[in-house]
Structures are given as C-alpha cells and as structure tokens.
C-alpha cells in the first residue's frame, strides 16, 4: 500500500475547530513535513489549491499558499518522494500550466505529477470574476476533460490544435516536453461522474469515506471507482484521503478527538455548507453531497483514532480492501503525527514490510 501526505498548506490543516492544534501555514513546515515523508519512505506529497477559507473564530483555511510555487520549492530540497501540485483549472489556461508542470519536472525529473481541481466552492472563483456561471457545476467534469487533453497534447508533441468546447488551441506550442511525452494526472471525484473523469484521465483517484476506526466504509468507494475503470478500460488508482489521531492508548488518542469536537467552529461549517448547496443537483457521492449531509464535527473524512498499535492494525486491515492501492495522510499535529507515524506505526504495519525492508 502506497503512503502520501495531504500537506498543511491551509491554517490548521483539517480540523475545522477553535481547539485543535491552531497554526498557519509556512514553507518551513510544509518542508519539514515533506523532508519527514521522504526520511519514512512515503511514495508522495500532495498540496491542494485553495483560494478562500470558511472563516468563523478558526479563520478556516483563511491563510494559504499556492500550490505550483510551493511544491517548485519542495522538489529543488528533495531526492525521492514523488509531489504532486494542484491547479484550480478555471485560474490557469492549461497550456501555461503544461510550461510550469514542466518547469518543475525539470527541477525534480520524473517526481511530478498534477491534482486536477474542477472547482466547486464558487466564492473562490466570484471574488477575481472569474465564476462562470451555475452551468459550471454540470459541466465541470467535461471542463476538466478539454483541460487535461491540451496537457497531454502538448506534453506528448509540443504543440496542441484542439478544438473544443471550452478551449481552442492554434498551433499552441510548448518546449521542451518532459520525458517520455507524459506526466502523471491525478484527481479526486467522489461522484460517479467525478469517477468516470478519473477514469478516463487520470492515473490516481482520491477517495474519501467517513467515521471513526470502520474501515469497512471505505470499499464501496473503491468499488464505484473500479466500475468507472472497467467501463473505461483503464487502471486508476484508488487512494484513500484520511485522518490519523494517534497516541501511547486508544482512550488517550480518543479523548485529542473528543476535545477538538468540542471546539468544532460552526460559523465555519456553516459557511462551507453554504458554498456546497449551491449546487442543488450534487450527487450524494460528490465532494459537495457528503459536506452537506456530514455530522457537526471537525473532519468528515475516515479517521483512525487510537494507540499506534490499533492504528498500525486498521491499516493493515484497510489495505485489504478490494481496489484500494494507498492512502494519502492528515494528522491533527503533522510534526508530532509524522513522527508518530515514522517511528510507532509504519514500523507496526505488516502491509508496508517488505517496502522498508527494501528501503532498508
């Protein structure tokens, strides 16, 4: 099973609460939890792109870096670890983002790929007036496709004549290209619609399940994305977007979780929940549906919350799961989770045995 890092490049990482570890966001420790994976031997790391918070007493994702610039910085001081950098497509016209995907490619070769971001919070958007429109919202998936075809034209051969709806190229150029015509494309639909642009154009998928220590909720995401691979005739990998609260025991790393819900800040939920039901056709699957539907706590995703021993195990159990290749990591603290995670939990993991013994 493949382990990445969803890195703090938003205040307060993924907790939405007044009194979980409170920070903002800075190259400093996004480098050292990057340097942190590489030392571990994670696969990858991940930033998102985000252009406005949620606000409320937490500030919410108020403070955020840029992803491309970031993640430039990132692979100039790593050897290894793969990274990933994500670009909100409505922002950036795709054959300038093919020049800067190849800018860091070529600071790091063979180390970078790209998080395709359709966009669903349209505040971010509204506030530079570049929102489209509601119409946005049903065709985003189509969007993306037009995006990701111009990339892969002009990564493969330099240049691009496509012709399509939202984007007509004229012998659009880019050089040079990377090598083997081609860089890795990732993305992270949880519609069935999402899936099926994940499927046809990317090679990685994230997915994302809710609850606390039930691994079992995963499956049924991993299985929607393996029809849309079926239908599509192609391999994309599901990996799961989770949160790990651990401790020395399960009533100490239970009750960190019970004193950050405590601190859940509604104004922020509220805010965010606001942004999502302006999508009035939202699958119940999407990113936007489970916002709208999720409990009043700090984090909707999966979290494994427990003694290093418990967590080591629901990891083993969860790489069981049909179709799942590997998980990207949040923590409540990074510096303190990495380490955790490096020194307690991976060493525990029988799913990651025979990595660390080659790494070794």
């Given at each position: 099973m493949d382990i990445g890092v969803f890195l703090p490049i938003g205040n307060n990482g993924w907790l939405i609460s007044t009194t979980s570890p409170q920070y903002m966001p800075s190259f400093e420790l996004n480098r050292d939890v990057t340097l942190m994976a590489e030392k571990y031997g994670f696969e990858f790391a991940l930033s998102m792109i985000k252009l406005r918070g949620f606000g409320g007493p937490s500030e919410y994702w108020d403070h955020n870096l840029e992803s491309f610039t970031l993640m430039a910085g990132l692979a100039s001081i790593t050897t290894r670890v793969k990274l990933f950098a994500s670009v909100a497509v409505l922002t950036v016209p795709p054959a300038l983002l093919a020049r800067m995907a190849v800018t860091i490619d070529a600071i790091a070769p063979g180390r970078f790929g790209v998080n395709i971001v359709s966009g669903w919070q349209k505040a971010e958007y509204e506030q530079m007036g570049i929102w489209p429109g509601e119409a946005h919202f049903a065709r985003r998936y189509d969007y993306c496709g037009e995006y990701v075809q111009v990339l892969r034209d002009l990564w493969a051969t330099g240049r691009s004549d496509f012709?399509?709806?939202?984007?007509?190229?004229?012998?659009?150029?880019?050089?040079?290209?990377?090598?083997?015509?081609?860089?890795?494309?990732?993305?992270?639909?949880?519609?069935?619609?999402?899936?099926?642009?994940?499927?046809?154009?990317?090679?990685?998928?994230?997915?994302?399940?809710?609850?606390?220590?039930?691994?079992?909720?995963?499956?049924?995401?991993?299985?929607?994305?393996?029809?849309?691979?079926?239908?599509?005739?192609?391999?994309?990998?599901?990996?799961?977007?989770?949160?790990?609260?651990?401790?020395?025991?399960?009533?100490?790393?239970?009750?960190?979780?019970?004193?950050?819900?405590?601190?859940?800040?509604?104004?922020?939920?509220?805010?965010?929940?606001?942004?999502?039901?302006?999508?009035?056709?939202?699958?119940?699957?999407?990113?936007?549906?489970?916002?709208?539907?999720?409990?009043?706590?700090?984090?909707?995703?999966?979290?494994?919350?427990?003694?290093?021993?418990?967590?080591?195990?629901?990891?083993?159990?969860?790489?069981?799961?049909?179709?799942?290749?590997?998980?990207?990591?949040?923590?409540?603290?990074?510096?303190i989770g990495m380490e955790q995670f490096g020194t307690r939990i991976q060493p525990l993991m029988k799913c990651r045995a025979d990595r660390l013994a080659k790494a070794a």
């Open positions: 012709k399509g709806d939202f984007f007509q190229m004229t012998d659009c150029r880019v050089s040079p290209q990377p090598k083997g015509g081609k860089l890795d494309v990732i993305s992270a639909g949880q519609s069935n619609r999402g899936m099926q642009f994940a499927a046809e154009y990317a090679e990685m998928n994230f997915i994302s399940a809710g609850g606390i220590n039930d691994v079992s909720k995963v499956r049924p995401h991993t299985e929607r994305l393996m029809a849309a691979n079926a239908t599509a005739g192609a391999d994309c990998k599901a990996v799961l977007l989770m949160m790990i609260i651990a401790d020395e025991t399960d009533e100490a790393a239970m009750a960190k979780w019970h004193r950050y819900v405590e601190g859940t800040d509604l104004e922020a939920l509220a805010w965010r929940d606001s942004q999502a039901a302006a999508d009035v056709k939202a699958e119940a699957h999407s990113t936007v549906g489970r916002m709208v539907t999720s409990d009043r706590v700090p984090t909707n995703m999966l979290r494994l919350i427990g003694s290093y021993e418990t967590v080591a195990r629901q990891l083993d159990e969860l790489s069981e799961t049909p179709g799942l290749r590997g998980v990207m990591l949040t923590f409540d603290d990074y510096l």
